[in-house]
């Protein structure tokens, strides 16, 4: 094994200064507008008007994060994401993890044809069925709150089939036997084998299901108002005025987006390692 | 497996029979028999309700002429078919869709290949590399748009300046068709690439090595073993991003409202004040949620459906084909 890996080294060895040139120029590409919205959030207005833009940042950024407070309802933005995204956050991992037991190690009659319609429904795209939900949402009055945003996004075909995947590899079927053996019922079973098994999965869906909550966009636009916003709906807001104002707008999409890149650099490994795993295997 | 602290929570019940093993009591039974339907009820319970009644309730709706305004629903059979393909604005989104489809999904893979590719092989730094490629993709879409509209701005936009520099003129990006629609897939590229990319790589990693090593022996570059070893080997995971982008596109939406709404709050529904990058979308947003033509806009939803069905299979058929081109 060190062998052939000394070996692939050396091979490589030639080519390397160009391939890490160009990743870098790549890794550049795909971090330059985010600094760099950074920058101009730092500045004032007119300092964006110079004929060399400002490149690096300035003494500003406070001051247009208390503009944006000012602006728009961002404090109350930023509680209803936490509250939308960490509410299905919590769902999507309990209820993907309970399904993906089943399907991957228990056996019931229609269980394929279930798995199958879930992940079918995976490749329709969502608008397809976003006006009768819009309408239903006005049926059950909930326009305007937030119930809208969570109830349709707690549970996901996405997040079943991910754990179904998971399970079905990593959990073996001997363990589950063993509990029955025991005496232990199924329910037992999904608390002492089937989750402490899951975890690692779980906590992946769940960072991968945060992530998407807030960020999602077009759906609480549609049945949100403008005076109780998610975040990304502040920030539209923000950004769409008739003035085109970029250092409230990039300091409102800082605010928004630089927690989401902290965490990320802290659990990236993880987030990345759960997408790949995912890909292989879908 | 350790038992987890949260064991004492329920099943209380379960533990105390232990003795006599062979015991398919009346419980037991049940218990095996009936209680998957149990755990995966909460998941079906919200997924018909929310998931798939509206997918197939849509259908039902676009048989009305349905306004969110007035009282009355009147059935008007495949009317709003008809009027939709009549509708010139329709297609117009129709070839938006298309092009700023092709325009972000074609280069945004072949750079995702080539940039797995790269990451393929013994790299120092391998994870700050992976973290910052899949960067872009955890920034929201409103905020791709926002900071984009700033780097492509008329007046004070970092492009126009560079371009200038360079003793090119200014660009008003949002004005032409073609300008707006290359705007716009460059910030769909900037947030995809490196996830394809990733997903490329953990499909290339799968790849057994001797094949390499086997092509390595008998002098292939590396370019050679990308395309005769590793999109091959690979082919499976090529047409999964394939449908998938196919299907991304034909959804485009948040970048166009959000960047018309940069021109004038007004143009956010109609992509531009030409409609110069209205996508499909964006088009039933504005009879859904703009004029209240729920009929109208389902039936729209339902063409789109089609259109994206029939685009997968096309996609899908040249991407299978490419097979014979690629093994020879």
Sequence with gaps: ?282 | MSAPPQAEARPKAAAPPRPSPPRPSLRHRFDVKYSPYFYISPFFLLFFAFGLFPLAYTAWVSLYDWNLLSAEQTFVGLDNFATLLGDEYFWNAAFNTLSIGVLSAVPQLLFALWLAHLLNRPLRAQTVFRVTLLLPNITSVVAVVVIFSQLFGREFGLINTVLEAFGLGRIDWQAGTATSHAAIATMIMWRWTGYNALIYLAAMQAVPRDLYEAARIDGASTFRQLRSITIPMIRPTIIFTVIVSTIGSMQIIAEPMLFGAQVSAGAMATGGPDRQFQTLALYLYEQGFRSFEFGYASAAAWVMFLLVVLVVAVNFLIVRRMRGGLDS
Aim: hydrophobic content about 55%.
């Design chain 1, 1 to 282: 094994m060190t062998t052939v890996t000394a070996n692939v080294r050396r091979r490589f060895a030639a080519a390397r200064p160009l391939t890490y040139l160009t990743l870098l120029a790549v890794a550049f590409f795909s971090a330059f507008p985010i600094y760099y919205s950074v920058v101009v959030a730092s500045h004032d207005n007119s300092a964006l008007a110079q004929v060399p833009p400002p490149l690096l940042p300035g003494g500003n950024f406070f001051a247009n994060v208390s503009r944006v407070f000012d602006t728009a309802p961002f404090q109350l933005a930023l509680l209803n994401s936490v509250l939308v995204a960490g509410s299905i956050t919590i769902s999507v991992m309990l209820f993907s993890t309970l399904a993906g037991f089943a399907f991957a190690k228990l056996r019931f009659r229609g269980r394929n044809a279930l798995l199958v319609l879930t992940v079918a429904t995976m490749m329709v795209p969502t608008q397809l069925g976003i006006i009768p939900l819009y309408m239903l949402m006005i049926k059950l009055e909930w326009t305007g709150t937030m119930y809208a945003v969570i109830v349709p996004s707690l549970v996901n075909a996405f997040g079943v089939f991910f754990m179904t995947q998971y399970l079905s590899r990593a959990l073996p079927t001997e363990l589950i036997e063993a509990g029955r053996v025991d005496g232990a019922s199924t329910w037992a079973i999904f608390w002492r084998v089937v989750l402490p098994i899951a975890r690692p999965a779980a906590a992946v869906l769940g960072m991968l299901t945060f992530m998407t909550a807030w960020n999602d966009y077009f759906w609480p636009l549609v049945v949100l108002t403008p005076e109780n916003p998610t975040v990304q709906v502040a920030l539209s807001q923000l950004a769409s005025g008739y003035v085109q104002d970029f250092t409230l707008g990039l300091a409102g999409t800082a605010i928004a987006t630089l927690p989401l890149v902290a965490v990320f650099a802290l659990l990236g490994r993880h987030i990345i390692g759960g997408i790949m795993q995912g890909a292989v295997k879908g």
